[in-house]
């Protein structure tokens, strides 16, 4: 499939972070296994991951994101991404890690935000603007120190510019422009021979292998990466149970 593509569309979930050694957060379990204090207080990743912190316990909120926020930005990508990258591929993710732009890559749609960027938690206007310098985060009980970011408008509290559970005050504008640049994309490629690769991406959040079946509909040119849910409906595919590095280095190999 790679060898006779056009193009290709990378379609990418949590799961393309692990050989990066970045944890997936999948299940309480493997969330807590990341972050011992959360399990200490028995906070899930979905209870964590909610706006209302932000207003209710700021420390508690920006702990958890500024302590992920050191973490991507220490964190190299792993041998696969200069792959997809000589695959010439393009990107749609529900990672907010900023991992594929770490490695080159110009064009990403990122479904969800990016820890990346800020944004005001009220919001005053409508305005995404990169993240500064890094939060202290104190490492035993994982809750911000010192001061937090604001919003350089109207001084209130900023949050990551992320997508959350029950998330009503999320500013999409610049994820949408992102969307809607690789809609265009995969409307020029009609008539071409595009293969969608999807890596990492489980079914407890689907929206990432809900958009590579739509994407590969047309001619079940589908390659599925994950090494605990490969299976593909109605055989539309190819499935690999393996992990990100060894299914891509292996397609590689035989180009």
Not at 248 to 253: A, D, F, N, W
Request: some cysteine; proline content about 7%.
């Amino acid at each position: 499939m790679v060898a006779a593509a056009d193009t290709v569309l990378v379609c990418a979930g949590a799961g393309m972070g692990v050989d990066s050694g970045l944890p997936d957060f999948r299940g309480s379990e493997g969330f807590w296994r990341a972050y011992p204090p959360y399990a200490r207080l028995g906070l899930r990743f979905e209870e964590l991951a909610d706006p209302v912190h932000f207003a209710q316990d700021p420390e508690l909120a920006w702990g958890f994101y500024g302590h992920r926020l050191a973490l991507y930005r220490a964190t190299v990508p792993h041998s696969g991404f200069e792959i997809l990258r000589e695959w010439d591929a393009r990107v749609f993710t529900s990672n907010v890690d900023g991992q594929f732009q770490k490695a080159g890559f110009a064009d990403v749609a990122e479904v969800h935000g990016s820890i990346h960027h800020l944004q005001c938690t009220l919001p005053c206007r409508y305005e995404v603007w990169p993240a500064g310098a890094d939060v202290e985060v104190d490492p035993e009980t994982l809750r911000a120190v010192g001061p937090l970011p604001e919003c350089p408008d109207c001084g209130s509290l900023a949050r990551p510019n992320i997508l959350m559970f029950g998330d009503a005050h999320w500013v999409p504008d610049r994820s949408q422009t992102g969307l809607d640049a690789l809609m265009a994309w995969r409307r020029a490629q009609h008539g071409r021979n595009l293969v969608v690769v999807e890596i990492g991406a489980g079914n407890a959040v689907p929206t990432v292998r809900r958009h590579a079946e739509l994407a590969s509909a047309a001619t079940g040119n589908l390659i599925r990466i994950n090494p605990r849910e490969p299976s593909i409906r109605h055989g539309r595919g190819v499935s690999l149970a393996m992990g990100a590095v060894e299914a891509l280095t292996g397609i590689q190999s035989r180009l």
